[in-house]
């Protein structure tokens, strides 16, 4: 199986800030990378696919990037909409999910 | 506008076997080359991806499940539904039944609202 680990777990933010997560795989997933943002009691949505590309809708303040086993997702200028939590999903071999990094006030 | 939702019993007790239902609206189970997927999250807890069905039928586990989970098509109903037997308290999660459209790398696009299923005695 392939392990993804994000850190941090959890981090603090203000409105207003650039916070960056990072996502590691246990071994090269290729393109194969994805993240989502889930808040309380809803489904995941999906943020990023094939490690950069934006889906349709997602504001341009999120962006992402990586190679490999290493990934990043930057969140530019903090909106209040945007304290939730991420996950990485790499889809190379199965598919996993990273713990979550929770952004809170 | 297509979309998912879970069906299904929401209280289980150990060793007998969660069986819940998918109704895809706004698009067919059989069309295009999506693939339809379960993901399971427990309370407070991260995401765990179960397996997927394709269109035609074929389908992947999760190695972690497999031996214990099915997931089938039911075209007559515009339906796919997951079977995970012998269920313990770890089998307890909100479970998630989602779509992959093809050509994004396999990321889900797409998502029901989730059911919680709860195995207790």
């Known amino acids: 199986d392939i392990q993804m680990t994000q850190s941090p777990s959890s981090l603090s933010a203000s409105v207003g800030d650039r916070i960056t997560i990072t996502c590691r795989a246990s071994q090269n997933v290729y393109n194969y990378l994805n993240w989502y943002q889930q808040k309380p009691g809803k489904a995941p949505q999906l943020l990023i696919y094939?490690?950069?590309s934006l889906q349709s809708g997602v504001p341009s303040r999120f962006a992402a990037g990586g190679s490999g086993t290493d990934f990043t997702l930057t969140i530019n200028s903090l909106q209040p909409e945007d304290f939730a939590t991420y996950y990485c999903q790499q889809t190379y071999s199965a598919r996993t999910f990273g713990q979550g990094t929770k952004v809170e006030v | 506008q297509v979309q998912l939702h879970e069906s299904g019993p929401g209280l289980l007790k150990p060793s007998q076997t969660l069986s819940l239902t998918c109704t895809v609206s706004?698009?067919?189970?059989?069309?295009?080359?999506?693939?339809w997927s379960w993901i399971r999250q427990p309370a407070g807890k991260g995401l765990e991806w179960i397996g997927r069905?394709?269109?035609?039928?074929?389908?992947n586990y999760s190695p972690s499940l497999r031996g214990r989970v099915s997931i089938s098509l039911d075209t007559s109903q515009n339906q796919f539904s997951l079977r995970v037997t012998s269920v313990t308290d770890a089998d307890t999660a909100v479970y998630f039944c989602?779509?992959?459209?093809?050509?994004?790398?396999?990321?889900?696009?797409?998502w029901g609202q989730g059911t919680l299923v709860t195995v207790s005695s």
């Open positions: 706004g698009a067919s189970v059989t069309g295009g080359s999506y693939h």
């Open positions: 069905i394709s269109a035609s039928a074929n389908s």
């Open positions: 094939a490690v950069s």
């Open positions: 989602a779509r992959e459209p093809p050509n994004i790398v396999g990321a889900t696009s797409l």
